[in-house]
């Protein structure tokens, strides 16, 4: 029998008996702001944290349109933060993050998740805008500075993430668990952006004060790269997403792997 406060609370919101979530090794929550920050990391270990719905949505947010050739409804009709996020976390499997931290040390692997998730999209976002000043000719992706074989790899990771045709590829189911089992942010198909920056319960777990604006500037460092001349138009394969998005412990394949397939 589940006894805590937090828990009951969680079933209650959920309509979840005790005799489920136990079955499911899960608790589930139909509200949105059912629990606080700490609240959600005093769940015990033997449970993952409940799957609230997405959060983060803000009227105020600038609407983005997609960035790519939209006539035949190909894409996405938006540019959205989750799908920025998610091709941030695929592309930087160095930081080995935690892939288990919503069911094992909830109080220590959460946020050093978060952390490490945070300095790297603080670092890309400070250097970004250096594509700028790349000497190496155009196309001549191996030869790009930093900056720009980042834009590169982001760009056609969120252009494959944001193809109609991709939603329902083997590949795209595991999209969430990348993003979800590591950060606690629900992440999902969808013409609104939610941005993880404005999601209360995750800044009471960690809070970084310069995430809305680093996301916004990596954005924008995207939608220049887009019109810069030197963008790749190669296609990424499912395969190739499959070892991407699928990386038990994220650390399989990356941004470095991404420019040597594109090279070819």
Sequence with gaps: MIKTKIIKKALLAGAITASMALSMNTI???EAHAMSGSEYLSIEDVYSVPIFKRQGYSKEDKIIDNLYDNSDYNHNRR?????LLASIMALNSDL????QANYKEKKKNLPENLKKL???IDELANSCNSFKDDPARSGDIGSYNQAGQMLTALDRVNEKMNRIESVGKRWWGDINELVWQRTSFHFGPDAKSYNICRVKRISEIYEDKRLCNNLDKITNCLIEFRSSGRVSDKTLTDAQMQLLIYNPRARDHGQEDL???IEK
């Excluded at 540019?79 to 799908?83: L, W």
């Excluded at 080995?96 to 892939?99: A, E, G, I, Q, S």
Aim: hydrophobic share 45%; no cysteine.
């Design 118 to 120: 945070y300095d790297r």
């Design 259 to 261: 420019i040597r397939w």
């Design 79 to 83: 540019q959205t933060m989750q799908v």
């Design 28 to 30: 589930a929550a139909s």
């Design 96 to 99: 080995d993050l935690n892939f």
